[in-house]
């Protein structure tokens, strides 16, 4: 999901924002709230008729990206969101579980093949699908902008989507997870539409600690831009970089994806 992806920006905000364009949504199967995997048919670029702001007259079943009400991502201090500190909010099991990573173009996903675990809000059961990060944040809070975003979505047996997004700041703690993948997100940076298998991906590597959680209802922020799909974004300060103390424009990892995007 990625309204937010930085093609059209400054190249130097570029090199520090595209960063993990390659690891991106798609799922399984055709399902209710799926997002597209035919990337061609629209745009990141705000000066591209296939652009953000046109998706929703690119085909009838994506106007909700134009009309719909309850579109994501939003700034976190909407008053469509709420807030807790609890930890425990966020009730989830997840297992390591055989991979894939897939180049979209726009980013890259991590898809799980095999049981990867849930999450459960209030009683209903989100099996996790995937996972795809985006720089810079997608959501905003307080107007500010955050250096990257990875999206867990799940999937309820009904079909119905949920996502856990956390927001990073390149800070001097390496990121575990991240430098888990990079090997795979390496191989993969120049070859898109690829899928290759990535061995056995442990999702738990990827959430953190967290302070502050914020849910909201929201949509997909990728074509059709579906809604009806619970966000709960979690704020992570200082873990995103694989390599302490560099800025994120000397991040390699970052760069390598950025380049091709
Ligand atoms: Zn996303």
């Known amino acids: 999901m990625g309204r937010r992806p930085s093609l059209g920006l400054a190249p130097a905000a570029a090199a520090a924002a595209a960063v993990l364009l390659l690891i991106a949504a798609a799922a399984p199967a055709a399902r209710a709230q799926e997002e ?8 990141y670029d705000p ?7 046109r998706w929703g007259a690119i085909k009838a079943e994506w106007a909700n990206c134009s009309a719909g009400r309850m579109q994501s991502p ?8 709420t807030l807790a500190r609890a930890l425990g909010y966020l009730d989830h099991a997840y297992r390591a579980a055989a991979a894939s990573i897939v180049n979209r173009g726009h980013d890259i996903m991590v898809r799980f093949r095999g049981d990867a675990g849930s999450l459960v809000i209030n009683g209903t059961a989100y099996r996790l699908r995937q996972l795809h990060w ?3 944040t997608e959501h905003t809070v307080g107007g500010r902008r955050y250096d990257m975003e990875l999206h867990l979505v799940h999937e309820s047996a009904a079909g119905k989507a949920a996502v856990v997004g956390v927001l990073y700041e390149v800070g001097a703690a390496p990121d575990p997870f991240l430098r888990a993948m990079e090997p795979a997100v390496r191989r993969i940076a120049d070859r898109r539409d690829r899928e290759e298998d990535v061995g056995v991906v442990d999702p738990r590597r990827a ?20 809604e009806g799909v619970i966000w709960t974004v979690v704020k992570r300060v ?3 970089h694989l390599a302490a103390g560099q800025p994120p424009r000397h991040c390699s990892f970052l760069q390598t994806v950025t380049v091709r995007s």
């Open 47 to 53: 000066r591209d008729a296939h652009g953000p702001a």
């Open 74 to 81: 939003i700034d976190l201090s909407h008053e469509r969101v």
């Open 238 to 240: 200082g873990a995103g």
């Open 207 to 226: 959430r953190g600690r967290a302070s502050v959680y914020y849910r909201y209802m929201g949509s997909l922020t990728t074509p059709p831009c579906t």
């Open 36 to 43: 597209t995997e035919d990337e061609h048919e629209f745009s």
């Open 134 to 136: 985006h720089t810079p």
